[in-house]
């Protein structure tokens, strides 16, 4: 991805030092469009409505917006995960969005998300298993348990967000914004799901609101350790939460729509306020997919097409940085850019902070 010419000159307009920023954007924009999973456009793109005049450069230099996708989709289709065992090989880089030159994919780190999306594959598989076992035939209540436990990863983000904002580290406004408008979606599956019938044995309700408990706790220690993982975690339940519906809809989709939908999914897909439906779904502009719910099948349709986009989020999520709140203007600095007194730390992870402290401090020692 090139910085047009227009944008280039730049710096005969500011300050050597904003020229000097400008130049260090060329650079590492290129590397964070090789590196990301899905098609973005740099949010210094210059808008022809705009004019290259008016082409700004953000203090931050490897963020980027989703494009926008074709409006005559009509499929939303899952970008699978790719198996721990093909990483290395990987001619486009990993699965985690991970560069695959040298300086940041050295032998370690290439072991250690091996690692890391071992044990979430492991972690998946093994709740997967159970799940079939107990609720092979009962649908909607699976469908329960699953919506119980797919919203906890994003309010248990959060809570690590807040934790580090408490203490000073650093901001990540956007990534809280969409992190709840994706619980705030997955609890409106929930929702339908209980109108469905899906939660009306105790033990289907117990088993999920434990589990959640669990996998709550569970979260938040592997997002404070390692965020990456965490997505990546999130993004195996997520594709799995997918498949299940597609299959679903596949096996029943006659008989689905010959059946009425819930008021609330009508009430959450069509209603007035759908800032909160757009703000989830990064690869897309806002106001750009707008469902009809006309009967179950309708209703199904978008929850599987919904899963799939906190798919791509979650994918998205696991390149440090490129996660952004669709409603943010690319030429407006958002919350993370103001001059507040939280400091914006280049570590994700009390982990990767750690290392980088230790390495900076042998490197002073020098």
Same mark, same amino acid.
């Given at each position: ?5 227009s ?16 130049r260090s954007?060329?650079?590492?924009s290129?590397?964070?469009?090789s ?6 456009n ?5 808008r022809k ?21 074709? %409006? ?7 970008e699978?995960?790719f198996a ?15 560069p ?9 780190e ?20 159970i ?6 035939d009962r ?21 690590v967000?807040?934790?580090?904002e ?30 469905l ?19 709550y706790?569970m979260?938040v ?5 390692s ?8 993004e ?6 997918y498949e299940t ?9 006659? %008989? ?11 009430d ?16 897309? %502009?806002?106001?750009?997919r707008?469902?009809?719910?006309d ?27 490129s ?10 600095e ?33």
């Open positions: 991805m090139a910085i047009s010419t944008a280039m000159g730049f710096g005969t307009s500011v300050s050597s030092y904003s020229c000097l920023r400008a954007f060329e650079k590492s290129v590397l964070c469009n590196q990301n999973p899905f098609r973005f740099s949010l210094f793109s210059i409505s705009h004019g290259s005049s008016q082409c700004s450069v953000s203090r931050k230099s490897c963020r980027v917006r989703a494009t926008l996708l074709q %409006e005559n989709e009509e499929e939303v289709v899952v699978k995960s721990p065992k093909s990483f290395p090989g990987n001619v486009g880089g990993g699965s985690n969005g991970e695959p030159d040298e300086s940041s994919s050295n032998g370690l290439k072991w250690v998300i091996k690692l890391e999306q071992s044990v979430n594959i492991l972690l998946t598989d093994s709740v997967i298993k799940l079939d076992t107990l609720y092979h649908n909607y209540a699976r469908f329960f348990v699953l919506e119980t436990i797919a919203r906890v990863p994003y309010f248990a983000f959060i809570s967000l807040h934790m580090y408490s203490f000073g580290w650093w901001r990540r406004a956007d990534y809280m914004k969409v992190h709840f408008a994706e619980s705030w979606n997955e609890m409106h599956h929930l929702l339908i799901m209980e109108e019938g899906g939660n009306a044995w105790w033990f289907d309700r117990f088993l999920a609101q434990h589990i959640a408990i669990f996998y706790f979260t220690l592997m997002y404070a350790l965020p990456r993982m965490a997505y990546h975690f999130s195996c339940v997520e594709s799995h939460a519906y597609d299959k679903f809809i596949k096996d029943q989709g006659e %008989e689905l729509k010959n059946l009425p939908a819930p008021k609330i999914a009508v959450y897909y069509t209603g007035g306020d759908l800032y909160l439906f757009d703000e989830f779904q990064t690869s897309r %502009e806002p106001n750009t707008r469902p009809k719910i009967n179950l099948y309708d209703v199904f349709m978008n929850i599987r097409d919904d899963e799939a986009e906190h798919c791509k989020t979650m994918k998205a999520c696991q390149t440090h940085g996660l952004r709140s669709p409603h943010t203007n690319p030429y407006v958002s919350e993370d850019d103001t001059g507040c007194p939280v400091p914006q730390a280049d570590c994700i992870g009390i982990v990767d902070c750690i290392k980088k402290s230790v390495t900076d401090t042998q490197v002073s020692k020098r």
